[in-house]
Every structure is written in structure tokens, then in C-alpha cells.
């Protein structure tokens, strides 16, 4: 099994300097085959000067090891005219030779990275950090606890076009919060190569990247989430990895060498789409990225996981693929107090699957408990575009009508026993995969990727409201709350590997202000509604859609423990002028109008004698409104 604690690079201080003790495991390479395993080390100080080489030393192989572990303890004495055998950080690779029976020793991999290193530097070097003083990590988020999956309002970011590196996404913290986002979900932030990336073909499983700031830069974001009570998920890559992983390249560099005996990579099966792809029938893989998840969940204490491309991975109820690394994580979850505000309760950790069309199975048969998919989003495109909406759309607002998702999923607590944990899919408008929404209501300029025209952005505004008001786990792109306009190719290396840097400009221009003041105050609004976040959603099919581009539905909590009873009746107008409806309201009392309040010198109520009176209701173009009771 893989252990960790014996792989990677720990530094010690000694006297007169450091020393590291490296390890990597290698299965099927082994030294009695004639192989060798060389670390090369040097400062980073050191790097760039022509007259500075690698210190360069053999790794031992350890003939007993079932996963052929090759490790060696490394001096870091001082070398005169070089910083080597000082503090600060080191920069380490591997290499791979071969000797053949009676032969010359050859060269097999010039270069490969550590799979397990705790932490990089730019492009495929591994790095660790020597200190005679090492600063402790100073959590601070020992109270804090993951939110309840119908509360959360997620916010996608690719750190670097948000806001740089993870200390930009902390400045940006209040600015969220004002959106009622409590859960950022990170694109990948797992280090990789220099060039621009979404970060979907990772090289090291258990680094951020250096120049996103780091092990203590991740840390340092997810403490200051935390103490806002904002959660955080990292967007993990485990169908595929990049060529030059090393149980990619090592492999193909040994099978590919004359006379070298034949081995399998450990990890890698055949190619994809996207990449080499991971081999879940073997148990190294299996045990390779479960460890990777409790490092995260132990050493960065992150709230969970949005896995890429489930599509693929799932398999099964059984399988030793997804389904049974989320359930494995959720195992050891078990055992992390900030998931349990009620010791006897389900774990909160956030798994999410990038499932699409196969969202309700993933569901319904894995320890997974909530989903990216695209039928609100499909629908809210097509009606950007200028079409009408439909039924359809009315029913993607409430993703459990009919049975279409599972509302609940089985799963025990710490105790073991059977318990029922609420299962979601994420609604959305935007998100990374495609273009901007206001690229839907009309482009501006020319070339072959126009940007959206952003004097459009009022046909998003009913949009808006429908996705804060719908049931599911509403989740944004960034900057589509203030008409951010990016047009995305649909395939090809501009779509993933040019930098699309959030127009915070936009904010404050007229398009901008207007729209991100319609994001607050739906997002303060399902903050403070427990209807709006509830489990019981009708949809007035038979008033809706009659003859005009008016939806109705209502949202429904009833009383409990965390509060009275509550209704919102959301009322969306999507045609181009004012427009009435006539709806019953389900329950007698005083309604009031929630969405424009502030805005308005006596409040707009609806008076309701009976449960069942029908009120008649009219609503601006574009826009919709939302009665409380």
C-alpha cells in the first residue's frame, strides 16, 4: 500500500548543514535489471549560473519493497562559491539509467519530476524547502465547520484570470461574500507546466503550484475562507494526466529503450482525449489518487472535491474507479471533525462530479453528493439567444421534479449506521467550459472570436433571478455577475491555453453595476430564505407560459427546528415589455415583494385571504420578482 510518509523529499537540519532523505516508488524498475535512479539537487539561488552544476546522488533500491521503493538520505554540506548547503528552497529531478549485462550504462530518462512532492517550482522541477527555523503552520480554523450542501452558493475560479495567485482571491474575499458566495471551487491549482493552462493536464498530484503562491499561499487562502465560513473545493484531474507524468514517461522511456526489459506503468492505460489516460483497474492507481485526496483534506483542509470528466471515470456502483475512490474519501472524511456539526450525522464534504448527462445515475449510486450539469444552463443559452422559454426550462429550475435526480443517497456515519445525506446537482448559467452568457444575447466587434455585447445585459437579468431562486446548488463563473464577455472556441489551444483576465473594470461601469446589483441582492436574499434554499418547489404550468413568456413557481420550507414556515412566489417576465399574470398563492397572509425592496419607498405586498386566491401580477420586462411570506 502506499505510504506516504516514505516517498517524496523530508529535510533535516544537522550540524554544519541539512540533509534530505528522498523516495520514489518505481514499481517493476528494479536495480537487480541493472537500472539506477540518480536525484540531482541544486539550489535555486544557484539555477541560471553556467558554472553551478546539480549535485548529483544514487538512490538505493529497496529489494523487499512491493512497490520497488528507491530512496537514499541526502547531505547538504556548503560548497564553496555556491549557496548549496544554505537555507532556502532546493530544486530537485530525477534521472533514470540502464545498464545492460556486459554493457555501457545509458541513459533511459533525462528528467522526471517527483510524483509525490509536497511542493515545486516553475515548470518540472520538484522542489522542498531547507530551514534551521521552519515557520509552524498557523491554522486557525479549529470552530470552523463545511456548510450544508442546500446552503452553499459556489463561485468557480481560475485563480490566475481572477485575481493572480491565491493572495489575489483573498483580497477578493468580502467582494464574494456580498454575492452570498460561501464555496469557492478552485480550477485546477495542482502544479503544471509554466504555460498558461486551465490546468487539466497536472503533473504533480500533491503541489499547488508556485506560482499561484504555493503550499502556504493554498493554505493561506483556505484559513481566510474558512474564517468567513466560506468553503473551499479544489477541481481535481484523475481520468488523465500530462505526457510527462513520470509513471507516463519512465514507462514508455524503459519499453522504449533496445534490450531493456518490458514494464508496465503502474498508472497509465491507453491514450484519450484529453491525455494519457489513468488505468483504475490497477490498485497503484486506485491507492495513488486516494492518497492524493486525504493530503488535501489533512494538510490543506479543503471542504471537498469537483472531479473532472466522471463521464469517463464512472463506471459502476462498484467500480474500482470513481465510484470507489468517492467512497473511499468519504470513509476517511469520516474521521475530520469539520465535516460533522452533529457527531452522529452524515459527513459534509463537499464531492462533486462533473457527471453531465450521467449527473441523476452518479447520484444515485455513489458516495457523491452533488453534480455538475447542463440543462439549466443548455436552456438559459438558448434563451440569451432569443428563444422563448419553455416547460423545459420551468422544470430545470427543479431538478427533482418527476424523480429526474435523487433527493437523498445512503450512507452510514462515523458509527457505521445508515443514514440519509441530501444529494444536488450545481445549477448554473456560466461556467468555464463555455463563452460568456451575454456572448449568447449578441457579439460586438469583429474577428473570429467577438466579445459579448454587454448593453445586452439586461436580457440577463430574469436569468439571473431564475438561477438564485432555483432548487440545487447555485454556482457561478467569474465575472459573469458583472457581464463579463469572453467568447470561447470550442476546441483547440486558444480555448484552454490563453489567459482570459477577469474585466474588473467592468464592475463599475453601467452595464457592470447594474448587473452585479441584481447578484447581491439575490444572493443576500437566498442567504436569508430558508424557501428559497428548501426542498419543495411547484411550478404553475398551467398559468405559465400562456400565451405570453411569464413563469411561475413557488419555493416552500416548512417549519422546523431552523425556523417557521416560509413560501417565495418568483414570478420571471423573459419577453421584452411589462407583461400580467394571474397565479393562486398558496398560502393567506401579507406577501411582499423581496428583490427590490431596498429600492422602493412603501414595500409591494399582495394580500391573500385564502390559500388558493388568485393575485394578479405585473412584472417589468427582463426581470422578475420574488414575494416572501
Same mark, same amino acid.
Given at each position: 500500500?502506499?505510504?506516504?510518509?516514505?516517498?517524496?523529499?523530508?529535510?533535516?537540519?544537522?550540524?554544519?548543514?541539512?540533509?534530505?532523505?528522498?523516495?520514489?516508488?518505481?514499481?517493476?524498475?528494479?536495480?537487480?535489471?541493472?537500472?539506477?535512479?540518480?536525484?540531482?539537487?541544486? #539550489?535555486?539561488?544557484?539555477?541560471?549560473?553556467?558554472?553551478?552544476?546539480?549535485?548529483?546522488?544514487?538512490?538505493?533500491?529497496?529489494?523487499?519493497?512491493?512497490?520497488?521503493?528507491?530512496?537514499?538520505?541526502?547531505?547538504? $554540506?556548503?560548497?564553496?562559491?555556491?549557496?548549496?548547503?544554505?537555507?532556502?528552497?532546493?530544486?530537485?529531478?530525477?534521472?533514470?539509467?540502464?545498464?545492460?549485462?556486459?554493457?555501457?550504462?545509458?541513459?533511459?530518462?533525462?528528467?522526471?519530476?517527483?510524483?509525490?512532492?509536497?511542493?515545486?517550482?516553475?515548470?518540472?522541477?520538484?522542489?522542498?524547502?531547507?530551514?534551521?527555523?521552519?515557520?509552524?503552520?498557523?491554522?486557525?480554523?479549529?470552530?470552523?465547520?463545511?456548510?450544508?450542501?442546500?446552503?452553499?452558493?459556489?463561485?468557480?475560479? $481560475?485563480?490566475?484570470?481572477?485575481?493572480?495567485?491565491?493572495?489575489?482571491?483573498?483580497?477578493?474575499?468580502?467582494?464574494?461574500?456580498?454575492?452570498?458566495?460561501?464555496?469557492?471551487?478552485?480550477?485546477?491549482?495542482?502544479?503544471?507546466?509554466?504555460?498558461?493552462?486551465?490546468?487539466?493536464?497536472?503533473?504533480?498530484?500533491?503541489?499547488?503550484?508556485?506560482?499561484?503562491?504555493?503550499?502556504?499561499?493554498?493554505?493561506?487562502?483556505?484559513?481566510?475562507?474558512?474564517?468567513?465560513?466560506?468553503?473551499?473545493?479544489?477541481?481535481?484531474?484523475? $481520468? #488523465?494526466?500530462?505526457?510527462?507524468?513520470?509513471?507516463?514517461?519512465?514507462?514508455?522511456?524503459?519499453?522504449?529503450?533496445?534490450?531493456?526489459?518490458?514494464? %508496465?506503468?503502474?498508472?497509465?492505460?491507453?491514450?484519450?482525449?484529453?491525455?494519457?489516460?489513468?488505468?483504475? %483497474?490497477?490498485?497503484?492507481?486506485?491507492?495513488?489518487?486516494?492518497?492524493?485526496?486525504?493530503?488535501?483534506?489533512?494538510?490543506?483542509?479543503?471542504?471537498?472535491?469537483?472531479?473532472?470528466?466522471?463521464?469517463?471515470?464512472?463506471?459502476?456502483?462498484?467500480?474500482?474507479?470513481?465510484?470507489?475512490?468517492?467512497?473511499?474519501?468519504? /470513509?476517511?472524511?469520516?474521521?475530520?471533525?469539520?465535516?460533522?456539526?452533529?457527531?452522529?450525522?452524515? %459527513?459534509?464534504?463537499?464531492?462533486?462530479?462533473?457527471?453531465?448527462?450521467?449527473?441523476?445515475?452518479?447520484?444515485?449510486?455513489?458516495?457523491?453528493?452533488?453534480?455538475?450539469?447542463?440543462?439549466?444552463?443548455? $436552456?438559459? +443559452?438558448?434563451?440569451?439567444?432569443?428563444?422563448?422559454?419553455?416547460?423545459? *426550462?420551468?422544470?430545470?429550475?427543479?431538478?427533482?421534479?418527476?424523480?429526474?435526480?435523487?433527493?437523498?443517497?445512503?450512507?452510514?456515519?462515523?458509527?457505521?449506521?445508515?443514514?440519509?445525506?441530501?444529494?444536488?446537482?450545481?445549477?448554473?448559467?456560466?461556467? #468555464?467550459?463555455?463563452?460568456?452568457?451575454?456572448? *449568447?444575447?449578441?457579439?460586438?466587434?469583429?474577428?473570429? *472570436?467577438?466579445?459579448?455585447?454587454?448593453?445586452?445585459?439586461?436580457?440577463?437579468?430574469?436569468?439571473?433571478?431564475?438561477?438564485?431562486?432555483?432548487?440545487?446548488?447555485?454556482?457561478?463563473?467569474?465575472?459573469? +455577475?458583472?457581464?463579463?464577455?469572453?467568447?470561447?472556441?470550442?476546441?483547440?489551444?486558444?480555448?484552454?491555453?490563453?489567459?482570459?483576465?477577469?474585466?474588473?473594470?467592468?464592475?463599475?461601469?453601467?452595464?457592470?453595476?447594474?448587473?452585479?446589483?441584481?447578484?447581491?441582492?439575490?444572493?443576500?436574499?437566498? /442567504?436569508?430564505?430558508?424557501?428559497?434554499?428548501?426542498? +419543495?418547489? *411547484?411550478?404553475?404550468?398551467?398559468?405559465?407560459?400562456?400565451?405570453?413568456?411569464?413563469?411561475?413557481?413557488?419555493? #416552500?420550507?416548512?417549519?422546523?427546528?431552523?425556523?417557521?414556515?416560509?413560501?417565495?412566489?418568483?414570478?420571471?417576465?423573459?419577453?421584452?415589455?411589462?407583461?400580467?399574470?394571474?397565479?393562486?398563492?398558496?398560502?393567506?397572509?401579507?406577501?411582499?415583494?423581496?428583490?427590490?425592496?431596498?429600492?422602493?419607498? !412603501?414595500?409591494?405586498?399582495?394580500?391573500? !385571504?385564502?390559500?388558493?386566491?388568485?393575485?394578479?401580477?405585473?412584472?417589468?420586462?427582463?426581470?422578475?420578482?420574488?414575494?416572501?411570506?
Amino acid at each position: 500500500m502506499i505510504n506516504v510518509s516514505e516517498v517524496g523529499a523530508f529535510p533535516t537540519a544537522i550540524p554544519g548543514g541539512f540533509q534530505i532523505t528522498f523516495g520514489v516508488y518505481l514499481p517493476g524498475i528494479r536495480a537487480t535489471d541493472g537500472f539506477d535512479v540518480v536525484v540531482r539537487v541544486i #539550489h535555486r539561488e544557484d539555477r541560471f549560473d553556467p558554472a553551478i552544476q546539480p549535485q548529483d546522488s544514487h538512490l538505493v533500491w529497496k529489494n523487499d519493497h512491493p512497490l520497488d521503493l528507491w530512496g537514499a538520505t541526502v547531505p547538504v $554540506q556548503p560548497v564553496s562559491a555556491t549557496h548549496f548547503g544554505t537555507e532556502g528552497l532546493y530544486l530537485y529531478r530525477f534521472q533514470l539509467w540502464w545498464t545492460p549485462s556486459g554493457g555501457q550504462r545509458q541513459l533511459v530518462t533525462r528528467w522526471f519530476t517527483d510524483p509525490f512532492a509536497r511542493q515545486t517550482d516553475i515548470g518540472l522541477l520538484s522542489a522542498v524547502m531547507l530551514s534551521r527555523n521552519p515557520t509552524p503552520i498557523a491554522w486557525t480554523d479549529d470552530a470552523y465547520k463545511t456548510p450544508e450542501l442546500d446552503d452553499l452558493i459556489v463561485y468557480e475560479v $481560475q485563480v490566475e484570470e481572477f485575481n493572480d495567485n491565491f493572495d489575489g482571491v483573498i483580497d477578493r474575499l468580502s467582494y464574494l461574500q456580498s454575492l452570498g458566495v460561501n464555496c469557492l471551487e478552485l480550477m485546477p491549482v495542482a502544479s503544471a507546466k509554466l504555460d498558461f493552462d486551465w490546468g487539466y493536464g497536472p503533473l504533480h498530484y500533491f503541489s499547488p503550484s508556485a506560482h499561484l503562491g504555493g503550499p502556504d499561499g493554498l493554505r493561506g487562502l483556505v484559513d481566510a475562507c474558512h474564517g468567513v465560513n466560506m468553503a473551499v473545493i479544489l477541481d481535481v484531474v484523475y $481520468q #488523465h494526466v500530462d505526457p510527462g507524468f513520470a509513471y507516463k514517461l519512465v514507462y514508455d522511456d524503459v519499453n522504449g529503450t533496445p534490450g531493456a526489459p518490458r514494464v %508496465s506503468s503502474p498508472m497509465i492505460g491507453a491514450g484519450g482525449l484529453f491525455g494519457p489516460q489513468a488505468d483504475f %483497474s490497477q490498485v497503484f492507481t486506485q491507492e495513488y489518487f486516494a492518497a492524493a485526496n486525504r493530503h488535501w483534506l489533512e494538510q490543506y483542509h479543503v471542504d471537498g472535491f469537483r472531479y473532472d470528466q466522471v463521464t469517463d471515470l464512472y463506471a459502476s456502483p462498484t467500480d474500482t474507479a470513481y465510484a470507489k475512490l468517492a467512497y473511499d474519501t468519504y /470513509r476517511f472524511s469520516l474521521g475530520i471533525p469539520r465535516f460533522f456539526p452533529d457527531a452522529n450525522g452524515y %459527513s459534509r464534504i463537499i464531492q462533486c462530479a462533473e457527471a453531465l448527462w450521467r449527473a441523476p445515475d452518479v447520484l444515485s449510486n455513489t458516495y457523491t453528493n452533488c453534480a455538475w450539469q447542463n440543462d439549466l444552463l443548455d $436552456q438559459a +443559452e438558448a434563451i440569451a439567444a432569443g428563444a422563448p422559454p419553455t416547460a423545459a *426550462f420551468g422544470h430545470a429550475l427543479d431538478p427533482f421534479f418527476a424523480g429526474r435526480y435523487p433527493a437523498t443517497r445512503t450512507v452510514v456515519n462515523a458509527a457505521g449506521n445508515p443514514m440519509e445525506m441530501p444529494v444536488a446537482p450545481f445549477q448554473f448559467l456560466n461556467s #468555464h467550459d463555455h463563452s460568456h452568457l451575454i456572448v *449568447f444575447a449578441g457579439t460586438s466587434g469583429s474577428g473570429p *472570436f467577438p466579445p459579448g455585447d454587454r448593453s445586452h445585459f439586461w436580457r440577463l437579468q430574469a436569468l439571473t433571478i431564475a438561477l438564485y431562486t432555483s432548487q440545487g446548488v447555485p454556482m457561478l463563473w467569474e465575472g459573469e +455577475e458583472f457581464a463579463d464577455d469572453y467568447n470561447l472556441p470550442d476546441d483547440g489551444f486558444a480555448r484552454v491555453d490563453l489567459r482570459r483576465d477577469t474585466h474588473w473594470e467592468y464592475f463599475y461601469d453601467e452595464f457592470g453595476s447594474a448587473l452585479v446589483s441584481v447578484y447581491r441582492r439575490l444572493g443576500q436574499l437566498r /442567504r436569508v430564505s430558508r424557501a428559497l434554499r428548501g426542498r +419543495e418547489s *411547484f411550478y404553475y404550468w398551467q398559468q405559465s407560459l400562456q400565451g405570453s413568456q411569464l413563469i411561475a413557481f413557488h419555493r #416552500h420550507a416548512p417549519a422546523g427546528p431552523a425556523g417557521p414556515e416560509e413560501y417565495a412566489m418568483v414570478i420571471l417576465n423573459f419577453s421584452g415589455s411589462a407583461d400580467t399574470i394571474e397565479v393562486p398563492f398558496p398560502k393567506a397572509g401579507v406577501w411582499t415583494e423581496k428583490l427590490d425592496e431596498s429600492f422602493r419607498g !412603501a414595500p409591494l405586498t399582495v394580500s391573500v !385571504a385564502s390559500p388558493g386566491d388568485t393575485q394578479r401580477i405585473t412584472v417589468p420586462s427582463n426581470y422578475g420578482y420574488i414575494f416572501i411570506l
